[in-house]
């Protein structure tokens, strides 16, 4: 016991100044209020990953970190209370029975790289490579726990481009979750699944985010840009590109931060 005191004396002794410095360096290098200090946050991910872009095929919690700057969910979940908020959908409300639930979409939403407004369609497309191990132009059988809850779905009414209602199999009261950015299901563009396949989704994925797909190189990052334009629910965001690097060992991850090269580690995605 003695000894395991002495070595956590020595370890406070050379870790405090380190990081005394860290913080005092920050300090002196804070940009002006409301301005980001870098043109790229470079994000040393501490989750394991998995390098593709497609959900449905093995994806778990961790994945949905790459999808967060550049793809939306129905739901959002509020980061200071917990609950659930409105994202691509604007409202919901369950039926009375427990068994179907009606959503009315946002509008004026668009996808990137042209792919026009987000619509009904394409929450029936993604529920579909869920779901529907035939759905036509698959190439790969989705695979994912999540499943069981996301298709409790069984079917999904378009009642307008707006309004959808989706029906369960039995009782569904916990849709809501498999839904909203606590699950896998970030919404895809129909008009891309048609036009370039499956695989355009690996190439050049197209999503309604603040931040665009600029490139990926595997096993080592994936870099998204600002979009172009002022995004539909959270304006201007901060910086110009978001790279996420694919950085597993701690030693390197604390390399990498004490040389200025990952300013933020975290989950928090970097639309907040």
Not at 2 to 16: D, E, G, N, P
Not at 199 to 207: F, R
Not at 247 to 262: I, N, S
Request: aromatic letters at 12%; glycine letters at 6%; a negative charge.
């Amino acid at each position: 016991m003695v000894q395991v005191r002495r070595w956590l004396s020595s370890t406070l002794f050379f870790i405090v100044p380190v990081l005394l410095m860290l913080v005092l360096a920050d300090a002196n290098a804070q940009p002006a209020a409301g301005k980001a200090k870098v043109d790229r946050l470079v994000m040393g991910l501490i989750s394991p990953y998995l390098d593709y872009i497609r959900p449905w095929i093995n994806g778990t919690a961790d994945h949905n970190i790459q999808h967060d700057p550049a793809f939306e969910w129905l739901v959002e979940i509020d980061p200071e209370t917990g609950q659930y908020v409105p994202w691509l959908a604007q409202s919901w409300e369950m039926a009375q029975d427990g068994r179907a639930w009606r959503f009315t979409l946002a509008k004026g939403v668009q996808f990137h790289h042209g792919y026009g407004e987000f619509t009904a369609k394409d929450v029936v497309h993604t529920h579909a490579l869920w779901c529907d191990d035939k759905y036509p132009g698959r190439k790969e059988p989705p695979v994912s726990a999540y499943r069981t809850g996301i298709c409790a779905v069984e079917r999904i009414e378009v009642a307008n481009d707006h309004e959808i209602v989706m029906h369960c199999k039995v009782v569904c009261l916990d849709t809501l979750f498999y839904y909203s950015e606590a699950a896998n299901v970030m919404i895809f563009s129909k008009a891309q699944w048609d036009k370039e396949g499956e695989m355009g989704y690996e190439s050049k994925p197209a999503g309604t985010g603040p931040y665009v797909f600029k490139e990926r190189e595997l096993g080592r990052y994936v870099l998204y840009e600002r979009a172009p334009t002022p995004h539909w629910k959270r304006g201007v965001v901060d910086w110009k590109e978001v790279q996420m690097t694919w950085t597993l060992e701690e030693p390197t991850r604390y390399a990498q931060l004490l040389a200025g090269e990952t300013p933020h580690r975290g989950e928090q995605g970097p639309h907040r």
